[in-house]
């Protein structure tokens, strides 16, 4: 059974940095390309980042580049998103995604990615 466990969610004022971390099991890790996603009330899950299985390479939204990192831990099998310079309106909660086969420039696209954790949540106030 593959699962994907975020943690690192929380309430922080504007300026303000957490990092969320996505452990993943079931899987072979190296494989799947792996995704962080947010929800906001009312609006729909969008990409913010992801890295890809065939090159490693990280790619962002245009809202999130330059304040947040994502990196890939294959030996603890875990995907981790740094943010930093947050905003309110990064408030949402945040999904870590895992897909197979996914080609670069569609990284963000929800329905590439397979499986999905449970979310946590970011709430930025400011």
């Known amino acids: 059974e593959v699962q994907l466990v975020e943690s690192g969610g929380g309430l922080v004022q504007a300026g303000g940095s957490l990092r969320l971390s996505c452990v993943a099991s079931g899987l072979g890790f190296e494989d799947f390309t792996m995704g962080w996603f947010r929800q906001a009330p009312g609006k729909e899950r969008e990409g913010v980042a992801y890295?890809?299985?065939?090159?490693?390479?990280?790619y962002y939204a245009d809202s999130v580049k330059g304040r947040f990192t994502i990196t890939r831990d294959s030996a603890k099998l875990t995907v981790s998103l740094q943010m930093n310079n947050l905003k309110p309106d990064d408030t949402a909660v945040y999904y870590c995604?895992?897909?197979?086969?996914?080609?670069?420039?569609?990284?963000?696209?929800?329905?590439?990615?397979?499986?999905w954790g449970q979310g946590t949540q970011v709430t930025v106030s400011s």
């Open positions: 890295i890809l299985s065939s090159d490693g390479n990280p």
């Open positions: 995604a895992a897909g197979w086969g996914i080609h670069p420039g569609r990284g963000r696209i929800r329905e590439e990615y397979d499986y």
